[in-house]
């Protein structure tokens, strides 16, 4: 998986166009070393599309329109894994933020609760009920 298609599934998550995403990228004022100009929206529209390459300088900005660490934009684990449906990703991640929340004994009947699932899973109950 590549940063701009992370990029894009972020955008799309978020419920944004990629009109209003260079708009709010723009906003940050972000310049680039060679020019000490801000990208155009071509220019935007090329590293959404994977046709340019993302300059290194602008991660910062780019994490910062789409309102996540920059560390996000490189993480393709849990979003784009083929064995999880991708409509599940944004709860599975705010679920792991929240988790450090959770007494002990929450934590462990999450567990044994998924453990359960799991096994129903492997067992070719694909969706299983809770109980």
């Known amino acids: 998986m590549e940063v701009f298609e992370k990029i894009n599934y972020l955008i ?7 009109k209003e995403f260079a708009d709010k990228f723009l906003s940050l004022n972000p310049r680039l070393r060679t020019t000490g100009e801000a990208p155009s929206y071509s220019s935007i529209y ?8 993302i300059k290194i300088e602008l991660i910062p900005y780019i ?13 393709f684990d849990l979003e784009y894994s083929t064995e999880f449906n991708i409509r599940y990703s944004k709860d599975a991640r705010e679920i792991i933020e929240l988790l450090q929340y959770a007494p002990k004994n929450m934590i462990e009947h ?3 609760t998924l453990q359960k699932f799991k096994k129903s899973y492997e067992d070719g109950v694909k969706e299983p009920t809770s109980s």
């Open 12 to 18: 799309s998550e978020k419920n944004l166009s990629k």
């Open 46 to 53: 090329g590293y959404l599309s994977g046709r340019r390459e």
């Open 63 to 75: 994490a910062e329109a789409l309102n996540v660490k920059e560390q996000e934009l490189f993480n």
């Open 110 to 112: 999450i567990k044994a």
